[in-house]
């Protein structure tokens, strides 16, 4: 998809939601698993602390980045997140793929929820006031370590297309369709384009795409 014409970048969507606990204190959150461009992809910023190293990406280590909401629900005011270790676990238990991932064998009930520690390394912030991120509670942890502790599934509730500057969207998104149906035998999906008021944002986070359009969104943009 990222090799059509037109299309600058595709940022694709791994999400879930999890327990988060630190202490007395606990939120559900929606943990997103990220990789080396996270904070380019996302329009972020480095509050406090420090984005991933490369090492902790490669090997799958469990560290977290915290948004500025999470941070304020877990952590009393004046209190700092970084460096601090906070539980997480997936709400209902891992999912059937990532039991199977895990060595259950295909038809296993997934285990029960377990809380597991996860050092949290940043806490991160909307770079613009344009980020259609509509969950109050996000926290962000490595790919490597969403899909072997959280959702080891291939699916993606949703991706967007940050499109070449100029280029119609209605080009990409026929381009898009074609090869979606191409690679899935069907058309199950659905498309939501930014309009010109979205124009000046590079991408908007596919989860707005989600809410309107449904599952399987593809939100496109411009540069």
């Known amino acids: 998809m990222g090799a059509l014409d037109g299309v600058a970048g595709l940022l694709r969507e791994r999400q879930a939601m999890v327990q988060a606990r ?3 204190r606990e939120q559900v959150a929606q943990a997103q698993a990220a990789n080396a461009t996270l904070l380019k992809d996302r329009k972020l910023r480095v509050k406090e602390g420090r984005d991933f190293v490369p090492l902790e990406l490669e090997l799958g280590q469990q560290v977290t980045l915290l948004d500025h909401e ?8 004046g209190q700092s997140p970084v460096g601090k270790t906070v539980f997480l676990s997936a709400q209902g238990g891992m999912d059937a793929g990532a039991a199977n991932a895990n060595g259950l ?5 997934p285990p029960p929820p377990v809380a597991m520690p996860y050092l949290v390394v940043g806490v991160v912030e909307q770079d613009s006031q344009l980020g259609f991120n509509f969950s109050n509670t996000l926290l962000y942890v490595p790919e490597r370590t ?3 502790k959280l959702d080891a599934s291939v699916t993606l509730q949703a991706f967007a297309i940050n499109l070449v500057k100029g280029v119609p969207p209605q080009q990409v998104v026929t381009q898009a369709k074609h090869r979606l149906r191409a690679m899935r035998g069907r058309e199950d999906f659905s498309f939501w384009v930014g309009d010109e008021a979205f124009q000046k944002m590079q991408t908007f986070n596919a989860g707005f795409a989600a809410l309107l359009a449904g599952v399987g969104a593809i939100a496109l943009t411009s540069s």
Do not use: E, P, Q, S
């Not at 064998?105 to 009930?109: D, F, I, S, T, V």
């Open 22 to 24: 630190f202490g007395a």
């Open 105 to 109: 064998g295909a038809g296993a009930l």
């Open 70 to 77: 999470t941070a304020k629900k877990l952590f009393k005011d």
């Open 146 to 148: 969403y899909r072997a």
